[in-house]
């Protein structure tokens, strides 16, 4: 028997009871885009998968091609008539049993998937104000690269970036370095100059933040540079973005008292849409 909200029922009644993934975190995942039918960037998307499912030491069945989770992934999408353009995720956790120590490295996963409004990437040249979040620091390791269900982080920024009228926040490593912002990797241009994190800095190896690096290198005049990057350094650029798979690229208009302009990130927003026809 276990108490759940103040009522005594079956333990067997309750699936959060025994599940690592609620328990201990034990679980990675993969948030994917869906455009007619195609998952984008889906060799890039399972690689990483596999690699986070390997750090953490998870058992990978015989069966977890990317064939079969592509598979899996679209026909969820095509059951809820949603193929045309959606958002999906796919979490891997490790299954029941065990305390710290499992009792298996086998694993399950569970697909969840939403509705998107728009195929194309769309640049939102709307105010988008961004400072700081200094209350947790991000630690420079490989498990901080990973998507692990452990985002304890971003929630709490989350939580202070509503409380303080912001739309997100910068995280910073255990050298009071720049490492991602809430929901995706950090880009910062001055001059001519193109640099983020290197992963190293102990950000996530972002699926759409290497085919930004790509895609900006094919950009005459741009020079791109995997660099640590100081809070100092954000108020003497010019530009500004965010990436992530889901958004693409989101300017940042606004870091404290300093504005900036959004004209490559709607260079690199073009070249994407062109890369993936969806223009």
Do not use: W
Request: charged share 20%; proline share 2%.
């Amino acid at each position: 028997m276990v108490n759940f909200n103040g009522i005594i029922v079956s333990q067997d009644a309750n699936v959060l009871v025994q599940n690592r993934g609620f328990l201990y975190g034990d679980a990675v995942f993969e948030t994917v885009k869906i455009v007619n039918g195609k998952i984008l960037f889906l060799e890039d998307h399972y690689f990483r998968l596999m690699s986070s499912m390997r750090v953490v030491r998870m058992e990978i069945p015989m069966n977890f091609t990317m064939e079969y989770l592509e598979e899996q992934i679209l026909s969820l999408v095509e059951n809820l008539n949603i193929a045309s353009t959606a958002r999906a995720r796919i979490t891997v956790y490790r299954n029941n049993g065990g305390l710290y120590l499992p009792q298996t490295n086998a694993v399950s996963f569970l697909i969840h998937a939403i509705q998107l409004e728009d195929k194309a990437y769309l640049i939102n040249e709307s105010n988008y104000e961004v400072d700081l979040y200094k209350d947790f620091y991000i630690t420079k390791q490989l498990l901080s690269s990973i998507k692990t269900t452990n985002r304890l982080i971003n929630v709490t920024g989350s939580i202070y970036a509503s409380e303080n009228g912001l739309d997100n926040c910068i995280l910073l490593n255990d050298s009071k370095n720049v490492v991602e912002a809430l929901q995706g990797n950090v880009f910062m241009l001055q001059g001519n100059r193109l640099t983020t994190p290197p992963v190293s800095e102990g950000c996530l190896n972002g699926v759409m933040r290497k085919q930004i690096i790509e895609l900006a290198k094919k950009v005459t005049g741009i020079e791109v540079a995997e660099e640590t990057i100081s809070p100092f350094d954000l108020q003497k650029a010019d530009e500004l973005f965010i990436t992530n798979v889901i958004q693409g690229v989101q300017p940042i208009t606004k870091y404290r008292k300093k504005e900036f302009t959004v004209e490559v990130s709607k260079v690199l927003v073009a070249k994407l849409n062109e890369s993936l026809n969806l223009i």
